[in-house]
């Protein structure tokens, strides 16, 4: 009965996007009002709806309305709970490590990192053969966020409990001296707050748009680190019942979205390093080239290290930095 039940789901999704037009569901953990929203995931809904006519149509759901969290996004587009979803590569590592060499400091560049990463999405193809992959962009370059404690040299760092986005980040952090803690970026601000943890890695875009300007006082920035790849995927079969024509719309609005989310990514994360710095008794910290030396030398023996255990990751890496 499953097995024919899957079958008459593909069936009616197949119907629903052939023959009467659709309307595609878009599952977005983060709130309404974040600046990706207005700024790249509704442009995204718009390109789709114009380019194709308004036979398909692409709906937001905003804030975990389709389930919690990031953790989850991939399975949902596979299962079919959501025809896209906006997540990171780096919460379900162990399906994407060829992705993930593009968030090892050293690298991408954050100015040039989401187009090295359009120009090269067939070397990451096998990792996203249960999905269609949309769209891919790296994130302003995480910096440290800090409770109480400044960091201003590695030994700082020691002992310190901070947050990590990845594996990759938590091994860059460990080798700082630091301890690693996995968590989704909706847990950070209480658990900042609490004392749960001391810090974490995250970009700038946190500042304002999950508020750790509030809970942090010190960012520390300047030295090499991680990127934190973001991707849309698209449900395999709602892509395949799709018309040549509307696939094609899909793929040229996945690129601009692409494009748009580094933008949006730049842009707030800068915005939100000039917030922080003028709110009272806040400090933003950009170390020098001799204090950031000690944590670029740990930084590169990640990179190396990663690279090394990884299969097929020393291709990805070189690829990607000779642009």
Do not use: C
Not at 74 to 98: C, K, M, N, W
Not at 144 to 157: G, N
Not at 214 to 232: C, D, H, L, Q, R
Not at 280 to 291: G, Y
């Amino acid at each position: 009965m499953k097995i024919l039940s899957k079958f008459a789901s593909v069936a009616l999704l197949l119907m629903s996007t052939s023959a009467f037009g659709s309307e595609l569901k878009f599952a977005n953990y983060m709130a309404p009002t974040h600046p990706y929203v207005s700024r790249a995931f509704e442009p995204f809904a718009e390109a789709v709806s114009q380019g194709t006519s308004g036979e398909v149509t692409v709906k937001l759901y905003n804030g975990g309305e389709l389930g919690a969290g990031p953790i989850e996004q991939y399975s949902r587009v596979v299962d079919g709970v959501a025809e896209f979803a906006i997540s990171l590569p780096g919460y379900t590592a162990s399906q994407f490590p060829l992705t993930l060499t593009a968030e090892l400091p050293g690298v991408l560049t954050e100015k040039d990192g989401t187009q090295t990463l359009l120009a090269h999405l067939d070397l990451f193809a096998k990792e996203y053969r249960r999905v269609k992959l949309v769209g891919m962009w790296s994130s302003a370059d995480n910096v440290l966020f800090t409770r109480s404690k400044p960091v201003r040299a590695l030994d700082d760092l020691k002992g310190m409990k901070i947050r990590v986005p990845s594996r990759n980040t938590g091994l860059l952090v460990e080798a700082w001296g630091g301890t690693p803690v996995s968590m989704p970026v909706s847990e950070i601000y209480n658990s900042l707050q609490t004392g749960v943890i001391d810090g974490a890695m995250i970009d700038g875009t946190a500042v304002n748009a999950f508020k750790l300007g509030e809970v942090a006082n010190f960012i520390t920035k300047g030295m090499k680190t991680t990127n934190s790849p973001f991707f849309i995927l698209m449900n395999r079969d709602a892509y395949a019942a799709l018309k040549p024509e509307q696939q094609k719309v899909i793929d040229e609005a996945g690129k601009q979205v692409s494009l748009d989310g580094q933008k949006v990514q730049l842009s707030v994360a800068e915005k939100g390093f000039a917030d922080f710095a003028a709110l009272p008794s806040k400090e933003v910290i950009t170390l020098t080239e001799a204090q950031a030396a000690p944590f670029n030398a740990a930084a590169e023996k990640v990179t190396a290290a990663a690279i090394k255990e990884t299969e097929g990751a020393q291709n990805v890496a070189d690829a990607l930095k000779a642009k």
